[in-house]
Nanobody, 122 residues
Framework: QVQLVESGGGLVQAGGSLRLSCAAS????????MGWFRRAPGKEREFVAR????????RYADSVKGRFVISRDTAKNTVSLQMNSLKPEDTAVYYC???????????????WGQGTQVTVSS
């Protein structure tokens, strides 16, 4: 059972930056593909970014491409999401997820964190 704990959320002005981190409890973290998803108020949860176990395969939602960067540190069992040029529409609860499939489909991720709130003011 992999436990995921997100951190780094908060309140930021539009145009600002935040860095989210997700710490995994499992030593076999390196074998998992990792993803970030978000749920905005009144909306369904949506894909944001994902990274493969090798860290070479990265994919982003069109809405964040060029602004967000996903990375992982296998030695520290962490995955991060650097968010730049934030917009009010990025306001959401952000979730970290782990799974064995390299996918953007949230249904195929096996483990989820509790989420961290990101609020972008205009």
């Amino acid at each position: 059972q992999v436990q995921l704990v997100e951190s780094g959320g908060g309140l930021v002005q539009a145009g600002g930056s935040l860095r989210l981190s997700c710490a995994a409890s499992e030593r076999s973290f390196a074998n998992y593909a990792m993803g970030w998803f978000r749920r905005a108020p009144g909306k369904e949860r949506e894909f944001v970014a994902r990274i493969g176990s090798s860290a070479y395969s990265r994919r982003y939602a069109d809405s964040v491409k060029g602004r967000f960067v996903i990375s992982r540190d296998t030695a520290k069992n962490t995955v991060s999401l650097q968010m730049n040029s934030l917009k009010p529409e990025d306001t959401a609860v952000y979730y970290c997820a782990a799974g064995f499939q390299l996918t953007t489909d949230e249904a195929k991720f096996d483990y989820w964190g509790q989420g961290t709130q990101v609020t972008v003011s205009s």
